[in-house]
């Protein structure tokens, strides 16, 4: 029985808050299994996590994290930039997903309060959801979850990185914004994964970045 959240599980989290959703769909069984089981429902309840990321680099990363942290095969969708699991309601629990949406995703107490699980949070969840900008130098996140943001900041600050909440947009959306001054200290701390963000932000470090 897994008990800890490990910096795998941390980074399945943040990229199912980012770019991922999970979901029920109904299936009908075959006529095999059907056979076997004439009296149970021909109908059966799947629960399903999704990662869509053009970036094959994160989805490369997250099926090996799934791997690790459960030994599940997930599956790699690369024609709509699409990852898979498949019969993961356990799963979905375990981590504290059930119900996520946009509007209402949630860090766990054991990610929020460890420096190193925040880490790998927050590295992931930037690979997602962040803008690099290089006219303004800044690091942006928009989001329609204050709370979770709000979340976000409280980690930030324990890695030293100031961050500021600015918003309610027309949208109803809220920015989270990492500035110039504190760039240097997110890259030290977290970084991207994601070779383009990566990119963009070493060019604003070094001042080449393309105004």
């Known amino acids: ?37 004439k009296r149970i429902n021909p109908y059966e309840k799947i629960w399903v996590m999704e990662y869509t990321n053009t970036e094959n680099l994160l989805r490369q990363e997250f099926i090996t994290d799934i791997k690790i942290s459960f030994n599940r095969k997930s599956y790699n969708y690369s024609k709509y930039y699409r990852v898979t699991l498949t019969h993961c309601k356990w799963i979905i629990d375990f981590l504290e997903l059930d119900n996520k949406n946009s ?22 969840f930037f690979d997602d959801e962040s803008t690099v900008t290089q006219k303004q130098k800044m690091i942006r996140i928009k989001s329609m979850n204050l709370y979770g943001l709000k979340q976000i900041l409280f980690m930030l600050k324990n890695h030293g990185i100031y961050s500021k909440i600015t918003g309610q947009n027309c949208d109803k959306s809220w920015y989270l914004n990492i500035y110039r001054n504190d760039l240097k200290q997110y890259e030290k701390q977290i970084g991207f994964l994601h070779p383009q963000k990566r990119e963009k ?9 393309r105004i």
């Open 1 to 37: 029985m897994i008990k800890k959240i490990t910096p795998e599980m941390a980074r399945i989290h943040a990229h199912i808050c980012g770019d991922g959703c999970v979901y029920t769909k109904i299936l009908k069984l075959s006529k095999r299994k059907l056979s076997r089981h």
């Open 103 to 124: 509007y209402n995703w949630k860090i766990p107490k054991d990610i929020l309060n460890s420096k190193r699980l925040s880490t790998h949070w927050l590295r992931a």
């Open 201 to 209: 932000l070493n060019q604003i470090l070094t001042g080449a970045a």
